[in-house]
């Protein structure tokens, strides 16, 4: 696993190609695929399920899938989504009644698992289960939409996060979703984090390559 993993949102992606959006943006230098699923009930939009994650391993995709589940309740869509071939599974603890059990069942159907955490929800969660995780997702936007503006404040966050992940000794990613640019991951990595989801500032651009590029350039710039 490289040190810093880069991961385009599909949300952004053309979903008319979404096979070959997914192609060129592994080509492109990306690690993880953003895979986005909203429900129109936790938050107010509506993507995509199983079928399309299973859609992009029959194309032929071999990156992990690093599902974001935004959806209310969550338990029951999560042996689906491993059927499907996902590699991370991450929840909103809000958005489950038992934050435990959703973490153990995400490991017993053989994926990995990771919890999110909204700007203004606190990582309290996290020091109870910690040892059945392992990615932390911090949102740096409100969910439910891509291309919205980065919230300054989570960078705090990030840093509390940082501490708390490091002083478990675990080997746990801590990622960043919303509104990440070439002009802020920088900044962003900085303060911790090292799983960098993009949407629009990857996908909104003519040459995936070129932008991831500048990307990992800023992130070879950091200093920690
Ligand atoms: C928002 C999603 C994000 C979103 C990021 O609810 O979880 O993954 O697609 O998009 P950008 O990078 O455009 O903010
Ligand atoms: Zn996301």
Not at 137 to 157: A, C, E, R, T, W
Request: aromatic residues 8%; charged residues 20%.
């Amino acid at each position: 696993m490289p040190e810093y993993v880069i991961a385009p949102s599909i949300l952004s992606a053309n979903f008319a190609r979404l096979g070959e959006e997914v192609d060129a943006v592994i080509g492109a230098g990306a690690d993880f695929v953003h895979f986005d699923v909203m429900d129109n009930h936790y938050v107010p939009n509506l993507t995509i399920g199983p079928l399309v994650c299973e859609a992009l391993r029959r194309h032929g995709v071999t990156a992990p899938i690093d599902v974001h589940l935004m959806v209310r309740p969550v338990d029951r869509i999560v042996p689906d989504f491993a059927a499907a071939g996902a590699s991370y599974i991450t929840f909103h603890p809000e958005a489950s009644d038992h934050v435990d059990r959703t973490l153990q069942l995400i490991r017993e159907q053989g994926c990995k698992s990771g919890l999110v955490f909204n700007p203004a929800t606190p990582l309290t969660w996290l020091r109870h289960v910690i040892d059945k995780v392992d990615m932390v997702l911090l949102m740096s936007v409100n969910p439910g939409f891509g291309g919205q503006g980065f919230i300054d404040y989570v960078l705090d966050k990030v840093a509390e996060a940082r501490e708390i992940i490091d002083a478990s000794g675990r080997d746990i990613r801590l990622e960043i979703d919303g509104g990440v640019k070439i002009d802020n991951i920088r900044r962003i990595a900085e303060a911790g984090a090292d799983t960098f989801v993009a949407g629009s500032a990857i996908f909104g651009t003519a040459d995936y390559a070129a932008t991831i590029g500048r990307m990992r350039a800023e992130l070879a710039a950091a200093s920690r």
